[in-house]
Each structure stands twice: as structure tokens, then as C-alpha cells.
T-cell receptor
């Protein structure tokens, strides 16, 4: 069935270093892949998204890459800062407008 | 942070009681969703509605019910049939963009069943 796998579940990086979170999806018909950030005690918010006809998208320090053949996509955060500490969720949208989320990655930025 | 609201923020109920969580949006969005969030489980879809008077089951609909009588409102009832109802519940509405569908989340309701 429809599934989105996300790794790792927890990630610790030194401030200033890069962080990479990876996701795979099961349905080749998925065509939209958003990433959400949830800070402690707050609601998830969209930070970047990509459509299946594009291989890469960048917005300042964050970027998303998509490999349709392998059915995986990744979030890259460069020059990490303390405010990047949060839980990040990847997601894939299916043909009936359902959005399936990954289980989340808790990112810790170490001083 | 405005546009979609949930109430109450915290809710306590005794085991065996039904409880209804409120979700209201003034964004004029057609579609609305209910998710359950448990530690390490991500966001799991309970129910969603793409239009008034219509809704579909998500992945974990058992023990829950919804209604969509108005575009602005999508209440979720947690029934006594839900075996483990203690969780954080998030409501969302959907905005269509040129890329896809952006979800706008409410602040959430933390339900504790005693």
C-alpha cells in the first residue's frame, strides 16, 4: 500500500555543519513532495516542496532533491543553526489527494 | 498563525466517554483533514473531507467519526471504541498551489483519557 519511509529518526549535527534527511515512497504515481518542520510545541509548517517534474529545488539554506526512478527524495540543510532544531516530516501526495507523511526526524543542532 | 483553530488545547476525559474535538477554518479551503500524532509515529491520517457533506476514511479511522455540515467546520468525535485515544490531534486544511497541495495545520488538541 501507500507508504513513506523516513530516515534517520534522530539526527545530531554540529552547528554550522550540514544535515541530510532521506525519504522513500512506494507509489510511482506520487507527484508532489512537501517537507514540514515542527518546532517543539508548535504546529507543522511547510518549509519547501517539489513536484515530480523537477529534480532539485533550493531556498536559501535548504534544498530538496528528487530521484523519481529510485522513488526517493532528500532534504538538505546547510550551515545549520540552533533554530533548525525541530522535527522534520517528509510527505508524498497520492492521486486521491491523500497526503502520507513519514514518521519524522528529530534534528538536534549541537553548539 | 490564524486561519485554522482547534479547541480545546487540552482535553481530559474518562475512559468510555465519547469526546468531540473542534476544528474551524476561515481560509475558504475546500478540503480538511484530521491527523493523530504519537511519539515516533509521525502524522497518521484519520479522516479527510474534500467537500461539504462528504468525507473519506484515512489509515486509522476505526473508533473515530466526523461530520462536514459546513465548509468551515470539521469536528472529530473520538468514540469509546477507540482503544488507545490518548494522543495529540491535529486538524488541517488544504490550499491548492501551483505545485501541489499545502496543508495548513491548526495548533492541535492534546487528549488524555484517564
Amino acid at each position: 500500500g501507500e507508504n513513506v519511509e523516513q530516515h534517520p529518526s534522530t539526527l545530531s549535527v554540529q552547528e554550522g555543519d550540514s544535515a541530510v534527511i532521506k525519504c522513500t515512497y512506494s507509489d510511482s504515481a506520487s507527484n508532489y513532495f512537501p517537507w514540514y518542520k515542527q518546532e517543539l510545541g508548535k504546529r507543522p509548517q511547510l518549509i519547501i516542496d517539489i513536484r515530480s517534474n523537477v529534480g532539485e529545488k533550493k531556498d536559501q539554506r535548504i534544498a530538496v532533491t528528487l530521484n523519481k526512478t529510485a522513488k526517493h527524495f532528500s532534504l538538505h540543510i546547510t550551515e545549520t543553526q540552533p533554530e533548525d532544531s525541530a522535527v522534520y516530516f517528509c510527505a508524498a501526495t497520492y492521486r486521491d489527494d491523500k497526503i502520507i507523511f513519514g514518521k519524522g526526524t528529530r534534528l538536534h543542532i549541537l553548539p | 498563525d490564524g486561519g485554522i483553530t482547534q479547541s480545546p488545547k487540552y482535553l481530559f476525559r474518562k475512559e468510555g466517554q465519547n469526546v468531540t474535538l473542534s476544528c474551524e477554518q476561515n481560509l475558504n479551503h475546500d478540503a480538511m483533514y484530521w491527523y493523530r500524532q504519537d511519539p515516533g509515529q509521525g502524522l497518521r491520517l484519520i479522516y479527510y473531507s474534500q467537500i461539504v457533506n462528504d468525507f473519506q476514511k484515512g489509515d486509522i479511522a476505526e473508533g473515530y467519526s466526523v461530520s462536514r455540515e459546513k465548509k468551515e467546520s470539521f469536528p472529530l468525535t473520538v468514540t469509546s471504541a477507540q482503544k488507545n485515544p490518548t494522543a495529540f490531534y491535529l486538524c488541517a486544511s488544504r490550499r491548492r498551489t501551483s505545485l501541489g497541495n499545502e496543508q495548513f495545520f491548526g495548533p492541535g488538541t492534546r487528549l488524555t483519557v484517564l
